[in-house]
C-alpha cells in the first residue's frame, strides 16, 4: 500500500521562513551536540570562504529545512544537526534565515549530518514521508548523508547515487572522503572544549587535520617561537665568532 501526498493549495501564498516555526520546542539532545556543531563549522570555513570567495554558501546548525506543506508546519521539516548549502546567499532578503525553506530556497543542501542520541533507528528510518532516511534521500534529496553516533566512535557516510543512498567506503585513512568538498570526514579522539570524546572532524583530500581557529592561533604561535629560538640560536653562534649581530 503506497502512501500519497496531498499537494498544496498554489492559490495561496507559500509561508516564507519568517512564518515557519524556527524550533518544535524539543531541547538539545545533550551536552556534546552544540560544541560538535561549531568545532566542525570553525575548522571547514577557510575551505569554504576558498571555495566560495563571493561568500555565497550557508551552514545550518540544528536548523529546521522545510521541505513539504503539512499542518502543524514542523511537521513539514527535518532538522538536522549540522549541515552545508552550497551557492546561496548567507542571509535571505538581508535577514537571517530562521529555517531553510526550500520552496523558497530551490537549492539542497550538499551535506546533512545526524548525531545519533539514541540507538540509530530514527537516523535510518527508511518509512516513506516520516523516515529521516528517506526524507533525506527520496525527498531532500541531499547528495552526502552522514550519521555520526559518538558512543559507537562511528561515523556512517551515504552518497546518493542514481536515486538512492549507497554507503561510502572509507580510504585508507580510514576516513570518508567528500571530494565535493574538497575534504574527508572522519572521528577525531581528542579534547576539545575541555571534553575528552571522539569528535567528528575533518580533513583535506591530503590528510591534514583542518583546524580550529583556536589550534591555527596555537600552530601560528608554535611556528613563531621556533622561529625566535632558531634566531637567537644564530646570534649566540655569531657571538662566540666575535661578530655583533646587532651591527
Known amino acids: 500500500m503506497s502512501s500519497a501526498i496531498t499537494p498544496p493549495d498554489l492559490t495561496t501564498p507559500l509561508p516564507d521562513h519568517t512564518e515557519l516555526p524556527e524550533s518544535d520546542g524539543t531541547f538539545v539532545k545533550n551536552f556534546q551536540e552544540h560544541p560538535q556543531s561549531i568545532l566542525l563549522t570553525d575548522s571547514i570555513q577557510p ?125 585508507e585513512r580510514g576516513r570518508y572522503p567528500i571530494t565535493a568538498m574538497g575534504v574527508e570526514l572522519g572521528i577525531w ?13 575533518w580533513w583535506d583530500l591530503s590528510g591534514n587535520l583542518l583546524l580550529i581557529g583556536e589550534e591555527r592561533a596555537e600552530q601560528e604561535r608554535q611556528r613563531a617561537e621556533q622561529e625566535h629560538q632558531r634566531a637567537e640560536r644564530l646570534a649566540a653562534q655569531l657571538r662566540a665568532l666575535g661578530i655583533d649581530p646587532e651591527v
Request: proline share 8%.
Open 47 to 171: 575551505v569554504l570562504q576558498q571555495q566560495h570567495p563571493d561568500g555565497q554558501y550557508c551552514i545550518g546548525q540544528d536548523s529546521g529545512i522545510y521541505w513539504r506543506i503539512t499542518e502543524p508546519p514542523e511537521r513539514g521539516a527535518e532538522a538536522p544537526d549540522w549541515f552545508y548549502v552550497p551557492n546561496v546567499s548567507p542571509t535571505l532578503n538581508g535577514e537571517v534565515r530562521r529555517s531553510y525553506v526550500l520552496w523558497q530556497e530551490y537549492v539542497a543542501p550538499l551535506i546533512v549530518l545526524e548525531f545519533v542520541s539514541g540507538n540509530g533507528s530514527e537516523e535510518r528510518d527508511r518509512t516513506p514521508i516520516t523516515g529521516k532516511f528517506w526524507v533525506y534521500e527520496q525527498a531532500i534529496r541531499v547528495p552526502f548523508y552522514a550519521i555520526y553516533e559518538v558512543k559507537k566512535a562511528s561515523v556512517e557516510v551515504y552518497h546518493l547515487i542514481e536515486n538512492h543512498y549507497e554507503l561510502v567506503p572509507a580510504n
Open 189 to 201: 579522539q581528542g579534547q576539545y572544549q575541555n571534553v575528552e570524546f571522539p569528535w567528528l572532524r
